[in-house]
């Protein structure tokens, strides 16, 4: 049985806490959690009389009592305790994003390159049907080679209480952005995933634009890709009611995903090739509309299936849904926007990892920003 604990026992730790105390994922069983809330502790307690309980990670992770740990804290954690856990012999999972700032991501991969232990990402989103197949429609070559993508977001709805539910929450110093670094990591992921990495990025985000917060909570990016395709990523937290589209613009049609549906308008030949040889100068390539299947099943459960497949891949050397290595894509592409919007300039990819760094420690020092945390003290010594 692999013994695995938790960091940060909040709200998605809670979730991964609940369904491993449930027995739900096959050949673990949750050995103990560590949460610097006393609050946090005492709910975990009163759910698992088998655990231990632990004031804090390092002593959890030098207890002898786990063999892999899953990260939820928030995220400026994750990449610390993952090579704090990976340097003592354990596996680790981390929640998204993989870290706030891709220096400490790299920090991260190196680590775990010569660790010789399991590292993984909760990137749920990618046990969807629905993405897997885009994905390989994509990767077969069935869209033909990209042109254009277009990945609007906009239904992270959150109100002003989301915001202050949390002291850590869409501050620079405890969260280190907003919508790009907390809800849209997943979409990042999926863009990344499923269409390549863009070569660079100019976006405008509106920072507390929405919200009385001082990170993004609005973002249009316009990226350019390696083979001269473009694209647009637009989200946000503030529109209600919100969108959720991703379309594929390449040689052999246009493929739309929204809601549970993959709508491919299919050219019967290369576009480029059909404008280049026609004569006619109106006429356009035969299009078929075809409604994609999406296979069904699945039990919905995309954490506890994420979990599943990392105790897999430790115990059985099953490949993995999401490499923890991969995690440093996702972040690059969030800190090339917010340093296009600091700079009002261009962001290469992959991204100034110094340059971010350093802007985002002004942005730090530089806040004035005061938050209610419901009486509860900050102290975010070390995290960033
Ligand atoms: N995969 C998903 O779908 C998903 C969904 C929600 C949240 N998340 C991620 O999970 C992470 C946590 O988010 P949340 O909403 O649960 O936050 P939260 O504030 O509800 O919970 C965080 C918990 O971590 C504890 N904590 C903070 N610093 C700690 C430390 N140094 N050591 C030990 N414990 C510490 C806090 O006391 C709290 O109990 C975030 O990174 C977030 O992006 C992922």
């Known amino acids: 049985m692999l013994r695995i604990g938790i960091i940060g026992v909040g709200g998605m730790g809670r979730g991964h806490f609940t369904y491993l105390t449930a027995g739900e994922v096959p050949g673990a069983t949750l050995s103990a959690i ?55 012999g354990l596996h680790a999972l981390v929640e998204k994003p993989a870290g706030v700032y891709a220096k400490q991501v790299r920090e991260m991969n190196e680590v775990a390159a010569t660790s010789g232990k399991v590292l993984g990402i909760m990137f749920n989103q990618r046990t969807r049907h629905i993405h897997q197949k885009v994905r390989q429609l994509v990767a077969s070559g069935e869209v033909g080679e990209i042109r254009r993508t277009q990945y609007i977001i906009t239904d992270w709805f959150r109100s002003q209480a989301y915001y202050d539910s949390g002291g850590w929450r869409a501050t620079w110093a405890g969260e280190g952005g907003g919508v790009l670094v907390n ?13 390549g990495m863009p070569s660079r990025v100019r976006a405008f985000c509106g920072f507390g634009r929405f919200h009385r917060i001082e990170v993004e909570d609005s973002v249009t990016a316009y990226v350019e890709y390696p083979n001269g395709a473009t694209g647009i990523f637009i989200t946000t937290t503030g529109e209600a009611p919100g969108s959720n589209s ?46 994609i299947p999406v296979p069904g099943g699945g039990d919905g459960a995309e954490h506890r299936a994420i979990t599943r497949n990392w105790v897999k891949s430790i115990t059985e050397g099953t490949p993995l849904i999401a490499e923890g290595a991969e995690g440093i894509h996702g972040v690059q592409l969030a800190n090339a926007m917010l340093l296009s ?37 900050l102290d975010f010594a070390g995290t960033f």
């Open 34 to 88: 560590a949460d610097t809330s006393s609050a946090a502790r005492e709910w975990a307690k009163s759910r698992n009389g088998n655990i231990q309980i632990f004031e804090d990670a390092e002593s959890m992770l030098d207890s002898g009592a786990i063999d892999a740990v899953m990260i939820a804290t928030p995220h400026y954690f994750h990449p610390v305790y993952a090579i704090a856990a990976l340097k003592r």
């Open 183 to 195: 809800q849209s990591p997943h979409n990042l992921d999926l863009f990344q995933w499923i269409c």
């Open 246 to 291: 991703l379309e594929i613009i390449g040689d052999r049609g246009r493929l739309r995903m929204e809601g549970n549906t993959i709508t491919f308008w299919r050219s019967r030949e290369s576009v480029r090739e059909f404008s280049d040889t026609s004569t006619e100068g109106f006429k356009q390539p035969e299009i078929w509309r075809c409604e």
């Open 341 to 377: 919007a600091w700079t009002d300039d261009w962001a290469d990819l992959p991204t100034d990892e110094e340059k971010f760094y350093s802007l985002l420690q002004e942005k730090i020092a530089n806040s004035s920003h005061e938050k209610s945390t419901g009486g509860k003290a």
